[in-house]
């Protein structure tokens, strides 16, 4: 056996997150590196999905709504999430696609900014951040404007016509972190609201919301949180902003959704971030990953994540640095 296979062994055996590889339906030998696109699949869900699709839906039928909590799955789920990026109960909602949520946080925070009219991102941020932007600015008489700068102007750009700052977390690219309290208070200081995207932090590093005062929050269920293609994403709103309106209202997010009034009137809680019937399937899948990450230390996932890493960017010095590779990453 070679060193380095000797000493990754070593390292494996003390290893405080190891028991989990059996955790997941990985075949024998394979080492994944991709769960920041595609997390992998919890040997669980195999079995939580038969049991939804088979009795739950299949026997079941409508009365599963009710009979196995259906309905409630958006917000039981979310008070889940926010354990992982430290959030209350109550101010997590899994619901729709990554891409709406941002349309629903940003709406929901203009909402609260009358007569500010710019929204501030950083021009490398995940592209559908930027689409999404772009297409609320140029939705016809919002008068909002769309402005994208370089990852090092975007403090500088924070002033007084700034609405909302939409910026992740730890950078898709290249893994850079946001000190999310900091940013937040710059941000706050010129009265500009931050909606933040925890796409590649939720599950990877220590999300702390309510401690860096945040405003909203956005983040993807199929990456580290293992929820499967698709799964649902979820959205963040501090309490203090539960009477924001998300424009898309729809009958989920209704006070009282089966009372079928003739008028909308939103939730006064974070149900009012819902809009259409909850995609049950795919949350059941997720909560499986999410019940299986809050078996886990996240400080240990980032210690072994940091480590892992050094050791990677060190044996690229050491055996590729004569190739033109050079290391991107802050
Ligand atoms: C993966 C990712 C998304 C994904 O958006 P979807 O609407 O779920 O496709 C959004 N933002 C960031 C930063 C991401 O990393």
Not at 55 to 62: A, F, P
Not at 209 to 231: E, I, R, S
């Amino acid at each position: 056996m070679n060193a380095a296979l000797h000493e990754v062994e070593q390292l494996d055996a003390q290893d405080p997150l190891r028991q989990f590889r059996d955790e997941f339906a990985l075949k024998d030998g394979m080492i994944y590196l991709d769960g920041n696109s595609l997390g992998a699949l919890p040997k669980v869900t195999l079995a939580r999905m038969e049991t939804t699709i088979r009795e739950e839906w299949g026997e079941g039928l409508i009365t599963s709504w009710l009979g196995a909590d259906w309905v409630n799955a958006p917000r039981r789920v979310g008070d889940k999430i926010a354990r992982l990026i430290g959030a209350k109960a109550g101010e997590v909602i899994v619901a729709d696609s990554t891409s709406v949520n941002i349309f629903k946080a940003l709406t929901a925070a203009l909402s609260l900014q009358e007569g500010r009219k710019i929204l501030l991102t950083e021009q490398t941020n995940f592209p559908t951040d930027v689409y999404m932007m772009q297409g609320l600015a140029s939705f016809a008489g919002t008068g909002v404007d769309c402005l994208a700068v370089g990852p090092d102007e975007v403090i500088g750009r924070l002033n007084e016509d700034v609405a909302v700052l939409l910026l992740t977390q730890v950078h898709y690219k290249t893994g850079q972190v946001r000190d999310m309290a900091e940013v937040t208070r710059r941000a706050h200081e010129v009265g500009a609201l931050v909606v933040w995207d925890l796409s590649h932090s939720a599950g990877a590093i220590e999300v702390d919301l309510n401690t860096a005062n945040a405003d909203f929050a956005v983040g993807c269920g199929y990456k580290f949180l293992n929820g499967g293609p698709g799964a649902p994403a979820y959205l963040f709103a501090a309490e203090r902003h539960h009477h924001a309106q998300p424009v898309l209202s729809g009958w989920f997010g209704h006070a009282r959704p089966f009372d079928f009034e003739e008028d909308y009137d939103a939730a006064g809680g974070i149900e009012r971030f819902l809009c259409g019937t909850p995609s049950v399937l795919g949350m059941a899948a997720l909560e499986c990953g999410i019940d299986l990450m809050l078996r886990a230390d996240i400080a240990e996932i980032r210690r072994k994540s940091v480590s892992l890493a050094e050791l990677f960017i060190e044996r690229m010095e050491n055996r590729c640095g004569d190739f033109g590779f050079e290391l991107v990453s802050p």
